[in-house]
């Protein structure tokens, strides 16, 4: 079955950018059934998506973040990738990446990964 | 402050029936589906209802969804020591052009 996992740096100062970057495993990023997205949770708080990318390159961002936020899709590679830039320590949370169906409910997850911003 | 309404907290006792309400409004429960998800401790969340009643496959039939206008709710029957987890409602939001999430639902077995 479609595994997904993040991976890039946990420890980031304020102002700089965040990047991670989800595999795609047990199945294809090419899929025209599926966005890819990107979802966080700070500690002990609830969950925001981020945004999503499709096969072809498309996008869609929470408003909230259109900004900052940059996902991208390597389709060679079966992976997405998540930048959000100036991020300050309320960017502090686990990011998960998951797959999205196109009526929008997420299955499955990564594990996540905490990123800390700090000084 | 979540776009979705969830009551922070619920409990029952075990081999009873719990309910867990998701209140929103007519640009996203109102309009579009609601999909359910489990977060047990520790652990990335788990989707457990899609499009508002629809149970993904290896969900027991405890677990079920429903909507009526702009609200949804979960219901547990059966309750059991492992459901003890967070819950959290989710749906697209027509005016924000995002999907929006509720604030989530602990919910503890007594």
């Known amino acids: 079955q479609v595994q997904l996992q993040e991976s890039g740096p946990g420890l980031l100062k304020p102002s700089q950018t965040l990047s991670l970057t989800c595999t795609v495993s047990g199945g294809s990023i090419s899929s025209v059934d599926y966005y890819w997205s990107w979802i966080r949770q700070p500690p002990g708080k609830g969950l925001e998506w981020i945004g999503y990318i499709y096969y072809s390159g498309s996008t869609y961002y929470n408003p909230s973040l259109k900004s900052r936020v940059t996902i991208s899709i390597a389709t060679s590679k079966n992976q997405f990738s998540l930048k959000l830039s100036s991020v300050t320590a309320a960017d502090t949370a686990v990011y998960y990446c998951?797959?999205?169906?196109?009526?929008?409910?997420?299955?499955?997850w990564g594990q996540g990964t905490l990123v800390t911003v700090s000084s | 402050q979540s776009v979705l309404t969830q009551p922070p907290s619920a409990s029952e006792t075990p081999g009873q029936r719990v309910t867990i309400s998701c209140s929103g409004s007519s640009s996203n429960i109102g309009r579009n589906i609601v999909n359910w998800y489990q977060q047990l401790p520790g652990t990335a969340p788990k989707l457990l209802i899609y499009?508002?009643?629809q149970r993904p496959s290896g969900v027991p039939d405890r677990f079920s969804g429903s909507k009526s206008g702009t609200s949804a709710s979960l219901a547990i029957s059966g309750l059991q020591s492992e459901d003890e987890a967070d819950y959290y409602c989710a749906a697209w939001d027509d005016s924000l052009n995002g999907v929006v999430f509720g604030g989530g639902t602990k919910l503890t077995v007594l």
């Open positions: 499009s508002n009643d």
């Open positions: 998951v797959r999205e169906d196109l009526e929008n409910w997420f299955d499955p």
